[in-house]
């Protein structure tokens, strides 16, 4: 993995190196809060050199000979799941000014999927390798822990639970089911769209998603990247698309001097890589039924 170093939490970091880090020693963790301290203070110096650097990102749209592309990726059922609630734009985005809210990255799956794409790829190619419509789902495990409970388990960190959603009438009758049923009522567990999302608030855009695809092509060697740009213009929309870390501080991304930004992951002054042993993400489903006896019904 790859950490940056000097943005919150110091806890965070100091519990990272103590439970997470392989063939490493904690020893004093005074060291480890000294070698944060260090990089949070280069952080009040960029401040000072960098300021306003994430404003001038370089964003471009996208030309005529892709946009056939971008209305398939428009089309595509989950596309139009994610990004149905905001006004959005296809574009090509500078790498090393998006604004980050997620300071380490799993550095050997960025190595994996920037083979994938090879070294000198067509427009088209990075154009689908940014905005994939099919997808190699990572592996993930089911696990029955009760007759109402289950547990469902993964490495990845995209990992995560849908809206709940119900079924009847047509959608119902596609299903085999064992007994005679007038609804289907199911949680669905799965992963992300995978698209390569960022976030638009004034003139700059925090990356949202795609976090290992956008490190690993600027591991190799690539200055942009397509990617879908939603815009927000308050509070209220942000709530609809950001993160849990953006929205307890929106104004540390989308307002200060100079914010974390990926270029960072690159800055050896910054950036530190260490093995670590894989989290795993769990996602528990426990099932409450109540049923009700039969109600008086008096007619007036």
């Known amino acids: ?27 004093d963790l005074r060291v480890h809060a000294a070698d944060w301290r260090a990089a949070n203070d280069l952080y009040y110096d960029l401040e000072q050199s960098e300021a306003g650097l994430p ?17 398939e990726v428009e089309e595509h059922r989950w596309f139009k799941s994610s990004f149905a609630d905001l006004p959005y734009s296809f574009e090509r985005v500078e790498l090393d000014k998006l604004v980050i809210s997620q300071i380490q990255v799993e550095t050997g799956y960025a190595g994996q999927i920037a083979e994938a794409l ?3 790829p067509s427009q088209e190619a990075l154009f689908g390798f940014c905005l994939p419509l099919e997808r190699q789902f990572p592996p993930y495990r089911v696990k029955r822990l009760g007759s109402t409970r289950y547990q469902f388990t993964s490495f990845s960190s995209d990992f995560r639970d849908h809206r709940p959603i119900l079924l009847t009438g047509e959608d119902l009758a596609a299903l085999t089911l064992a007994n005679p049923a007038t ?16 976030i638009r608030s004034g003139s700059r855009v925090l990356l949202q998603n795609g976090y290992h695809r956008a490190y690993a092509l600027r591991s190799a060697g690539f200055t942009h ?13 942000l709530r609809l698309t950001a993160s849990e870390d953006v929205m307890a501080d929106p104004e540390f991304y989308f307002a200060a001097r100079r914010p974390p930004m990926l270029k960072d992951f690159f800055d ?14 769990v996602i528990d489903v426990e099932i409450s ?5 039969a109600l008086e019904v008096t007619n007036t």
């Open 55 to 71: 404003d001038t990102i370089d964003c471009t749209p996208v030309p005529p000979e892709l946009v056939p592309l971008a209305r």
């Open 118 to 120: 090879g070294q000198e």
């Open 268 to 281: 050896p002054r910054l950036a530190r890589h260490f093995r670590a042993r894989r989290s795993e993400f």
């Open 225 to 237: 990247a397509w990617c879908v740009v939603e815009t927000v213009t308050r509070k209220d929309e």
């Open 1 to 27: 993995m790859v950490w940056i170093l000097g943005q919150p939490q110091l806890e965070n970091y100091l519990d990272f190196q103590t439970n997470k880090v392989i063939g490493g020693d904690p020893g």
């Open 289 to 293: 039924i109540r049923t009700s006896g």
């Open 183 to 198: 609804a289907f009522l199911g949680v669905p567990i799965g992963f992300g769209s995978n698209l390569l999302s960022g």
